[in-house]
């Protein structure tokens, strides 16, 4: 754990810039954070431990993703706080347009277009890996499409009504129809 936070400290010379990594990791925080966190980092697979933590990730935000939408300083700590929530695999790449459209207070039609540049051009490398660890996600996190709705099945025989004769006015229910063809 003190050497993650350690090279942490030591990536951030020369850069003032935070990764997902280490966006929230300073100030006051509840006893075992640090340990619980350091776990959860160290349980990633190592391509997507790399992304979190190394500084090309935080030129990335503040260098690329930053100028091409006119982000601002609060957006783009809003935006390597959605970056590390998807790495760490607490939302799926498929929430990151709305999430990004809320916290950043943007229009949803340009965060989809921070979305995919930021799928393509940042996770492009770990994609695979980040689908197999979205895969174990509540079933509101999956990437999976939901199920579509079925009707409830009724108990019964349908009931038949026969087609008017040519002749014959068709039956009509009093009660929730409007008759338009005798109106004056």
Avoid: C, H, W
């Avoid at 936070?5 to 935070?18: D, K």
């Avoid at 540049?117 to 980040?130: H, P, T, Y």
């Avoid at 079925?150 to 002749?167: A, E, T």
């Amino acid at each position: 754990m003190d050497e993650i936070l350690n090279e942490q400290e030591g990536m951030g010379e020369g850069s003032s810039y935070a990764t997902p990594f280490n966006v929230d990791l300073f100030g006051s925080k509840p006893k075992n954070f640090f340990t619980e966190y350091t776990n959860r980092v160290l349980a990633l697979p190592e391509s997507v431990r790399n992304i979190l933590m190394d500084p090309s990730t935080a030129e990335f935000i503040e260098e690329n993703l930053g100028p091409s939408f006119g982000l601002n300083k609060d957006q783009k700590a809003e935006a390597t706080r959605i970056i590390r929530d998807v790495l760490l695999g607490d939302i799926s790449i498929n929430e990151m347009a709305g999430k990004i459209s809320e916290n950043l207070g943007i229009d949803s039609a340009v965060a989809y277009q921070i979305q995919s540049k930021i799928v393509n051009e940042l996770f492009a490398s770990v994609i695979g890996d980040l689908k197999n660890m979205q895969k174990g996600l509540s079933p509101q996190k999956s990437l999976e499409p939901p199920q579509q709705y079925r009707p409830p099945v009724r108990s019964g025989p349908p009931q038949y009504i026969p087609p008017p004769l040519r002749n014959q006015e068709p039956p009509v229910s009093p009660g929730n129809v409007v008759d338009l063809r005798n109106q004056k």
